[in-house]
């Protein structure tokens, strides 16, 4: 089975004075593969170039050094083909704009259309299906601005499946999200991947998002730390992509580290203490 | 009633039905435009290409595009011929591009970008204007001049109405997708800056046209405030549409026949009905909500 993406040692720069003046890189010597039919989180810090990879794998960006390839194509090829599909963080969409989910399912689905086109009965078709799979039926009829921030990622989630993707490409999708609409998130995405076999990337600075839907971790801070099952995130392998934001962060993660990692070595900890409030660890 | 005696009388009626006409032609573009101009937050770049507009008014003449006042009053309107319309549009489309490409780089400069272009033009154009001694009156640009369109401005309303019109159909869904989820648009293929610069350059032209009704200062009022009314009324896409283009008709006409009753400048008159809607509209809204808590909705 050929492989989902494969990133080859892809190096990223913004051409911004900073990186002129001799600052890191966005993205440094990055090479990962993600298997076809496999759910990949990949885990960093804000400003960890998780962004910047995305729009690489999307083709948005050029590829500086290093080569990406999306099911043995340049990335901006396989998404003119309607390859890849993409679920952005919720927050971003004007909710004041008078549409309805399934109206937005719809556009995900005819963007491409010509103007005299209308939508063919396959894609009806596909924009029902892809509603069904992200059980956003029920809400589907109505305004994306009365809709729970759970029922408008569905609809967001349909509207990326409403092409018929191979790889569904996931931006934070649990900023804004209550615990239990986490935890249903999580189901939701084993849904996805059992019902149309697809390969799913999941990008988030939240361990449980990731944690509860992922076969497979990777962990982005400019370059790539380690990739290993949920399991493998122990304190020691957070705090070294964490860094400073270490502190930060694990006031609401440490729960989590404790389940996730039966197997912590006190030695590993980088000056802090999961069982005690943060702060000041920097 | 003035209206029915001044659209009827056969001397008289030449000098108004052009206006009318033009009037109805706008309508149809508000219609269309606005309710993007209001979700994409673009009613201050709008306000900014208007006021470049009075910079382009005062290129035209100094150009020696614009017609001159002469003993006979409809010779001097000032609004007519194709090359002071290209004059106008082209100077409000570059402004209109100006704050479009540095708010672009920086989001940030984007207010005070618009701010500084909005009085810059205002000053070239009143510095052109009054050297360029066309006897123009300042009013007639800054409020609107409906009693003095020329059936071929009319027509050339009529003409941009069609055009606006088609290039919002032909975008409809990527214009759209844009107006909804800018963030998520380039990853399905339609590119933000490709969707902005169209609908700024919609915005212009239509802003010129406005211009002939309204004024400098009153024809963003036409492209923002049918959609702002018509999404506080409905959150269905079709019904925005047919609301915002109820108000725009509605608007503009119930300001015309109010210009001719009261004698107000037609553009003010069509402004103070456009806002009377939109507080009507919020009203109904707010009555609507307060249902919906205590009713059974």
Known sequence: ?282 | MKSIEYLSDPLLSPLFWPGVLAGLAMALIAAGLSVFVVVKRLSFIGQGISHAAFGGVGLAAILGVTARVTQAGLEAAPFHGIPQFLVIAGFCLAAGLLVGLIADKDATREDAAIGIILVASMAVGGILLRKAKTGLEWESFLFGTLYQVPPADAVMTWVLAGAVLLVLWATRRSMTFWAFDETASPAFGVSPRAMKLILLTLLSISTVAAMKLAGVVLATAILVLPGAIALQLSTRLYAVFALSFASALLGVLVGIVLSFELDWSPGPAIVVVLTSLFVMAKVVRAVRGRQGTHGTA
């Open chain 1, 1 to 282: 089975m050929p492989d989902a993406i494969s990133y080859d040692n892809v190096s990223f720069a913004y051409a911004t004075r900073a990186t002129r003046a001799g600052a890191p890189k966005a993205l440094e010597r990055v090479s990962l593969t993600v298997r076809e039919g496999e759910r990949l989180g990949i885990l960093g810090p804000n400003g960890g170039g998780k962004s910047t990879l995305l729009k690489l794998t999307l083709g948005l960006l050029p590829e500086q050094t290093g080569s990406i390839q999306v099911f043995g194509m340049s990335p901006a090829t396989a998404r003119a083909k309607r390859l890849i599909g993409y679920v952005p963080q919720r927050v971003d969409a004007e909710l004041s704009f008078p549409l309805s989910g399934r109206q937005v399912v719809q556009l995900g689905a005819g963007v491409a259309n010509k103007p005299w086109q209308r939508l063919s009965l396959e894609q009806r078709e596909d924009v029902h299906q892809a509603l069904v799979t992200a059980g956003a039926q029920s809400f589907a009829e109505r305004h994306v601005g009365a809709m729970s921030g759970g029922q408008l990622q569905r609809i967001l989630i349909a509207r990326a499946l409403a092409c018929r993707p191979k790889l569904l490409l996931l931006d934070e999708p649990t900023v804004g999200i209550d615990p239990a609409g986490q935890q249903q998130f999580a189901e939701l995405l084993r849904t996805i991947v059992q019902e149309r076999s697809l390969t799913v990337v999941v990008v988030s600075h939240d361990l449980r998002a990731i944690a509860a839907g992922c076969d497979r971790v990777a962990c982005l801070s400019r370059t790539l730390h380690a990739h290993t099952a949920p399991e493998g995130l122990t304190p020691a392998v957070l705090a070294e992509v964490f860094k400073h934001d270490v502190a930060a962060i694990f006031g609401e993660l440490h729960v989590d580290a404790h389940k996730a990692s039966s197997c912590e070595d006190p030695s590993h900890h980088h000056g802090h203490h999961p069982g005690k409030p943060t702060g000041g660890a920097t």
